[in-house]
Every structure is written in structure tokens, then in C-alpha cells.
């Protein structure tokens, strides 16, 4: 088989796996592909490590600047140190703080509630958030990164809540040629999966528990595309 064709197939066979969003690393000198996905250890849905959630509330990826005078939302992108939301036909002007988009988040409490002679102890913890808050901002209501923050990676599976994850991960070794004839039989057992593909078009895709069960030379095994089931079976992706 020529290398180009060889090439074409084993990319496809990456972007398919890809495409399941796994993480994916590849062994060219051995043709070992291995699978790697983050998810959660109660439900196994996906764990996204490229959401952050509110340190205080959980919100995910939600931040956005918020006038301490109005209330007035702004976006983080705004350049301006005062909040430029019309108020009765004035510019409010007020400054602008950066903060969690959820109004119920203990970080947004009331900004007059020190003024109150009597305060509860959940009032006095939130007057402390809001002093913090100010403290790990810059003038702009930017975040100061050297002194802290105010989210954090995922904490909470999206799906069920739980707060423990772990990587799911497979190895799964490749066989590309132009005709079963070519099998001799002998497959790599130190992998979880197989991935056989001849004519170009013709995958069998099983787990290595199955070697022996299965007759990998007859062709009504094979199906016109990788079967991804068998990966996803286990975990109930």
C-alpha cells in the first residue's frame, strides 16, 4: 500500500476519533493511537477544563463588569474606568467592578449594605467578599492575577454535580493493508483496541478481549466507517 494512501487512512481514522472529543496522542513508529477524555467519575459526562465557574456561585464562564452605582452590565472587552450606561438621560458614570453575571451571587451583594445599623452575619460575610473583590481588582475593575482570583476550573459536573473527575484512557493499535491476506493473526494484546481497515474502505473495530472470537478475515465484519461504539460502550458516553 502506497504511503500516501496509508497516511490518508490513518488521519481519518484520527479525526474520527477526535471528533468524539478525545484527547488524542499518537506512536507513529508503532501505529498505537491512545484515547484520553476527562469526565466526570459519577456520571462520565465530559469535565471541561476550559470552563471556569464563579469561585462563590459556580457560574461557568459568566464574568463581566458590573457599575456599583447602576447595577449596569457591561462586557469585559470595554476599555472605559466608569460605566457608560444612560440613566435617565445621564451618563452614570459610576465605577465599574469586575464580577459574576449571576445577581444572586453572594460576590454581587448590595453595595449599601453597610450602611444598615444592624447587620446579619450573612450581610457582614458579604460587606468582606466585596472588600476582597475591590482589593484583587485594578482601577480598571480588571482582575489583578497576582493576588488572587475570582473563578476557578470546572468544580461541578454540568450533568449531576459531582466534583470528582478522572481521565478516562485507551490505547488502540491500527492494521492498514490492501487485503485481509495480508493478516497474519498476530495482534498486539498489550492495547485494549483494534482498528483494522483494508481496501481502503473497511474497518473492524473491536476490543482486544475479542481477537480470538472473531473472524477478522471475513468481510461482513467489516462496515464502511470506524465503528466508535465499541469505545464508548464502557463508559456510556
Known amino acids: 500500500m502506497k504511503n500516501e494512501i496509508r497516511n490518508r487512512i490513518y488521519k481519518e481514522i484520527y479525526y474520527k476519533l477526535e471528533s468524539l472529543k478525545f484527547d488524542i496522542f499518537i506512536d507513529d513508529s508503532s501505529d498505537i493511537i491512545t484515547i484520553a477524555r476527562n469526565i466526570c467519575s459519577a456520571c462520565n459526562h465530559k469535565w471541561h477544563q476550559d470552563y471556569n465557574q464563579c469561585v462563590f456561585c459556580g457560574s461557568i464562564n459568566y464574568f463581566v463588569f458590573i457599575c456599583e452605582e447602576c447595577g449596569g452590565i457591561s462586557s469585559l472587552t470595554s476599555t472605559t474606568k466608569t460605566c457608560n450606561k444612560s440613566v435617565n438621560g445621564v451618563t452614570c458614570g459610576g465605577h465599574v467592578l469586575k464580577g459574576c453575571i449571576n445577581k444572586d451571587c453572594i460576590s454581587n451583594s448590595e453595595k449599601k449594605l453597610h450602611l444598615k445599623k444592624s447587620k446579619s452575619t450573612d450581610e457582614q460575610s458579604n460587606i468582606v467578599i ?38 478516562f484512557v485507551k490505547q488502540i493499535k491500527t492494521y492498514i493493508v490492501d487485503n485481509l491476506d495480508e493478516l497474519s493473526g498476530q495482534f498486539d494484546t498489550n492495547v485494549d483496541f483494534l482498528i483494522i481497515n483494508f481496501d481502503r474502505n473497511n474497518f473492524l473495530t473491536l476490543p482486544v478481549e475479542l481477537i480470538n ?9 467489516y462496515k464502511g466507517d470506524i465503528d466508535i461504539s465499541a469505545f464508548l460502550k464502557e463508559k456510556n458516553f
Open 130 to 167: 466585596k472588600k476582597l473583590i475591590k482589593e484583587a481588582t485594578d482601577d480598571k475593575g480588571v482582575f489583578n492575577a497576582k493576588k488572587g482570583s475570582l473563578s476557578v476550573s470546572q468544580m461541578w459536573c454540568l450533568h449531576c454535580g459531582h466534583n470528582l473527575d478522572h481521565y
Open 213 to 221: 472470537k472473531t473472524d477478522f478475515k471475513n468481510k461482513s465484519n
